[in-house]
């Protein structure tokens, strides 16, 4: 995906305030600085973004999706009826810049006392 003239313009100026905020008012690193050390604390920088971004995204993800799971479906495990439950649960997934969670719906099953989260036709990969 190529990112828009727009985005880039904005990524820039997110990038000068996370200078400033690492390095001062200034932004300048200490003289004598290693390139490597630089661009450990840029990568850190930027997979600290990455994760966040995607939080957000799969958060929004998961209450729009929200709406489209019915009160009762199938059990996962036993193929008897579940009911949704009211109380989101947090997820984790272990992305390669970091892990990020959020709160996704569960369904409960009586008959086999299983908790899971409904599977979605269009999630992607």
């Known amino acids: 995906m190529a990112i828009s003239a727009k985005l880039r313009a904005q990524v820039a100026t997110v990038a000068e305030q996370l200078r400033r905020e690492l390095y001062g008012s200034q932004g300048l690193p200490p003289l ?6 630089l661009e450990e604390e840029a990568v850190e ?6 994760c966040a971004v995607m939080q957000q995204l799969l958060q929004a993800q998961a209450e729009a999706t929200q709406q489209e799971h019915p009160e009762e479906c199938s059990c996962a495990v036993c193929g008897q009826p579940a009911r949704r439950r009211n109380d989101p649960e947090p997820r984790w ?5 970091g892990e990020v969670g959020w709160q996704e719906p569960t ?3 009586p008959t086999c006392r299983q908790a899971f989260f409904p599977s ?3 999630a992607g990969d």
């Open 107 to 109: 369904y409960h099953c």
């Open 93 to 97: 997934l272990q992305t390669r810049r």
């Open 120 to 122: 979605v036709q269009d």
């Open 45 to 50: 920088v930027g997979d600290a973004i990455t």
């Open 32 to 37: 004598g600085k290693l390139f490597v050390e």
